[in-house]
């Protein structure tokens, strides 16, 4: 199946700084990417979706201004999350299809922040 | 809103025991189905999906879904559980056109040999 790759798979920072996380479609162009946060014991819930060339579109009750999507080529998607804070302590997953069309999302493998 | 409830948040078997985790969606067009898997230390990957068709559906590693329309369901089922089948699964939805899957919560699996 189609590779995605994320880096880095964890990653530890100090509350107030900003930290970016990479989403690369290995052997693969994808015009769209979604980015998940997953909690403990909980659901993968949709942040965004990142659209190739144009803004992501946000889920309600995401903050655009703090998690700060950029899909600057067909291969890649970042996701940022601006002046982190303890609470944006998360397991972070980015997917894409291969096609325009509804099927299969392939994933990463995850990044993992903890905001100290 | 779509949503994805999953009934059983963890379950605990033995080897060569059947398995069922529910799965009920809220939405009443057309949908897309799936399980995915998430193996201890791995990336979520896709058991099975149900676009259309027959709506039992088999999967990878002898896993199979029903889609009962009626029910709003699609549960995972497996005769004969492996140590190997220890994982985490989750059901998803893609409805009404929309681009975007919809996760439930989530069943643990532990099988114990």
């Known amino acids: 199946g189609a590779v995605v790759s994320q880096h880095p798979s964890r990653v530890i920072c100090k509350s107030g700084t900003s930290v970016k996380i990479e989403c690369r479609s290995l052997?693969?162009?994808?015009?769209?990417m979604f980015w998940y946060r997953q909690f403990p014991k909980k659901s993968l819930m949709l942040m965004a979706t990142s659209n190739e060339g144009s803004k992501a579109t946000y889920e309600q009750g995401v903050e655009k201004d703090k998690f700060l999507i950029n899909h600057a080529s067909l291969t890649l998607s970042t996701l940022t999350v601006t002046s982190a804070h303890p609470e944006d302590s998360s397991f972070y997953i980015c997917?894409?299809?291969?096609?325009?069309?509804?099927?299969?999302?392939?994933f990463g493998e995850g990044s993992r922040l903890t905001v100290l | 809103a779509q949503s994805v409830s999953q009934h059983n948040h963890h379950v605990i078997l033995s080897e060569a025991a059947s398995l069922e985790l529910g799965c009920n969606y809220s939405y009443g067009g057309t949908v897309n189905l799936f399980w995915y898997v998430q193996y201890p230390g791995q990336h979520l990957q896709l058991l099975l999906k149900?676009?259309?068709?027959?709506?039992l559906v088999k999967g990878i590693k002898g896993f199979e879904a029903e889609f009962i329309k009626s029910k709003f369901s699609f549960n995972l089922r497996k005769p004969s559980v492996q140590w190997s089948d220890t994982a985490e699964y989750f059901c998803a939805v893609n409805a009404g056109g929309y681009n975007k899957l919809i996760f439930g919560a989530g069943t643990r699996l532990a099988v114990h040999p």
């Open positions: 052997d693969f162009q994808a015009t769209t």
């Open positions: 149900y676009f259309s068709g027959d709506p």
């Open positions: 997917s894409a299809r291969v096609t325009r069309e509804i099927g299969e999302l392939f």
